[in-house]
């Protein structure tokens, strides 16, 4: 990657500087701005009214200790984060994110990525995104609920319905957010909308579980069916067996797709005769076991050690649904040389720049996370406008208007790589349609 517009290459050497050592977040901001170029060209005020340099920079950013005891009495610390990076046009919106390898880097890059996404949902929600290094792996339901408890007690302090809603992400599903939103709700004494992905028995909205895996298939068929396609007869693979993958797998199957493959972090399943997904979800919804154990529902799948491996079994689609950097260029040649069609991404930035040039080169269809996931926070978002209402759409109201939306992203971004002369370059129709609204927004504010 390279940007040649002098400002915004200026502008991404004082990022490197500023922000030492986060690599994901140099990432992140790189592609947002080389996309940007021929919008800058076109609009010199986005340049002269600063709005380039205010956008790579939070708003504000908590880092707090969360000490908790563990089930044989011991003292833990581990350290929380949440990063509001842009509340230009609504309350900042991320989800949490507990996982041994989050810092400061990751939550930036999150962030970050959240304002443009959250702009392509064309709901009024900012970006923001937190969470910390602790690893839910391996602990008690006890000991997850006295870490969420801890978290949350300063978290509080930050957060409000009308300020930051944060969700769930790799490691918080619903029961870390019971645990967190008992402990607001009994810090605050009030029930309000403070958190995304609750139950649906406090507040919760229907399809929002299934959110993120349906709407990066509603976007994926959006896209297909532009090249007169569908997931009909495709055999699908999907990393990752999380709530993103499961989900994703769910919507593929009905869709009329073959999942063959799903991972974590320790290895993949193929199963050539398509994933048995009521398996999976004993395994990872209720057991909460590794996903070697479908071998004991179907001893006639295979199981291999590692993840990359699964980038090297022939599809026609795939959804990667894990983690950052999971597809590198040696995975992405990989599936190019096996005929991959598309590659959606269901994770956040999975696919690394040069796995993106590879697809983008060979001519594969390419969805990038930031529009193609944006299910999940457009859910919260409707989930939000329940709490509001005191009111609750149906589950077939909630997915109506989730493949809505996920249809129009799909349609703005298109329209916008048209309009800047980069046709069917989705990543750079996302960026530049996300970052359009949020710039005029900051533009009517002021120097804020
Ligand atoms: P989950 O925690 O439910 O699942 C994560 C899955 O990815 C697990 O199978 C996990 O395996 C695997 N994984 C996590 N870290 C790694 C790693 N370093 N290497 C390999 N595999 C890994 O998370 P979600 O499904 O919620 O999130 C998955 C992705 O989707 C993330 O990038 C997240 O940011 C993104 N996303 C999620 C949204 C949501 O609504 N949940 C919304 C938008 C994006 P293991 O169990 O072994 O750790």
């Not at 179907?298 to 980038?311: D, L, N, Q, T």
């Not at 299910?375 to 406008?385: I, K, P, Q």
Request: hydrophobic share 40%; charged share 25%.
């Amino acid at each position: 990657m390279s940007i040649k517009n002098a400002y915004l290459a200026k502008v991404m050497e004082d990022v490197k500087k500023r922000n030492p050592g986060e690599a994901e977040f140099h990432q992140a901001v790189e592609e947002v701005l080389e996309s940007l170029e021929p919008v800058v060209e076109k609009h010199p005020e986005y340049i002269e009214r600063g709005i380039i340099d205010s956008i790579v920079e939070p708003e504000r950013i908590i880092k707090f200790r969360v000490p908790w005891v563990d089930d044989s009495g011991k003292v833990r610390v581990n350290r929380g984060f949440r990063v509001q990076f842009n509340s230009a046009i609504g309350p900042y919106k991320g989800g949490l994110r507990f996982h041994p390898s989050v810092y400061e880097g990751i939550i930036k890059f999150l962030g970050f990525e959240q304002i443009f996404k959250n702009s392509l949902t064309g709901l009024p929600i900012g970006g923001g995104k937190g969470g910390s290094d602790f690893d839910p792996k391996g602990k008690s339901d006890n000991e997850v609920m006295r870490f969420c408890q801890s978290f949350m007690t300063e978290l509080s302090k930050h957060i409000g319905a009308d300020t930051d809603v944060p969700a769930g992400d790799i490691g918080v599903g619903g029961r870390e957010i019971g645990f967190m939103y008992g402990q607001y709700k009994r810090l605050r004494n009030e029930f309000t909308g403070v958190l995304t992905g609750k139950g649906l028995t406090y507040g919760g909205s229907l399809a929002r579980t299934e959110a993120t895996g349906y709407g990066l298939c509603y976007f994926t068929e959006a896209m297909l069916a532009d090249k007169g396609e569908s997931f009909k007869g495709k055999t699908v693979v999907i990393s990752g067996s999380g709530n993103v993958a499961i989900y994703a797998t769910q919507k593929a199957t009905e869709l009329g797709g073959k999942v063959v493959a799903l991972s974590d972090s320790n290895g993949y399943i193929y199963d050539k005769n398509g994933i048995d997904l009521a398996a999976v979800k004993q395994i990872k919804e209720v057991e909460r076991k590794r996903i070697k154990e479908y071998l004991n529902y179907h001893p006639e799948a295979e199981y291999h050690e590692g993840c990359s491996g699964i980038w090297g079994i022939k599809c026609d689609i795939a959804l990667p649904c894990a983690t950052q950097n999971e597809i590198n260029g040696e995975s992405a040649s990989k599936l190019v040389a096996n005929g991959v069609y598309a590659v959606a991404e269901g994770a956040n930035m999975p696919s690394d720049p040069e796995a993106i040039g590879i697809f983008q080169k060979a001519g594969v269809l390419f969805a990038p996370a930031k529009a193609a996931n944006a299910g999940g926070v457009a859910t919260s978002a409707l989930e939000m406008s329940q709490n509001s209402m005191r009111y609750s759409w149906t589950f077939e109201e909630v997915d109506a208007k989730l493949k809505d939306i996920m249809v129009n992203i799909y349609h703005n971004a298109a329209a916008a790589a048209e309009e800047y002369g980069m046709k069917d370059n989705l990543v750079a129709g996302a960026n530049i349609a996300g970052f359009l609204k949020v710039a005029n927004a900051m533009m009517a504010q002021g120097v804020v």
